[in-house]
């Protein structure tokens, strides 16, 4: 068994049919990582609770300022193993698509996910949640891309 690497893009496509685009291509055999998504996030000082993504979701649509993260696991014993979506708080959306580096090369991967998302910005790191933020993301991106 080797590691996981991420395989990160960002895009400004933050709709539920875009999310459910994404999933249905790289993980159609999916399973919800939680069973209850709190707003805020993290934060200890919940104001509304959601039991599906698909609700939160629909919220982060029409509340483009929130930051909020989601993840899948793959039902199927195949790559990738994981997808996840990164709200931002700033009206955009980091996708991301996490393998086991000892099946899968993370760099066909993200190709496949940068041409989907039909974008310049993304990359590859082990492990690490994206930022919640596009200009930090985008920092990041161009920095590994030096």
Known sequence: MGYYADCYVLTNDRTKKFVDKFLNTFVPHRKEQVDIYEVPQYKGDTEMEFYLADQVIQYLEIN????????????HD????FANCFFTDDNNLIVGLGCNTDDITENDLLAKLMKFCGTEFGYITYE???????????????????
Do not use: C, D, G, H
């Open 64 to 75: 483009v300022n929130i930051p909020y993260t989601i993840y899948w696991e793959n039902l």
């Open 78 to 81: 195949a790559e990738p193993r």
């Open 128 to 146: 690490q949640p994206a930022p919640r933020n596009s200009t930090a993301f985008i920092a990041i991106a161009k920095s590994a891309m030096e």
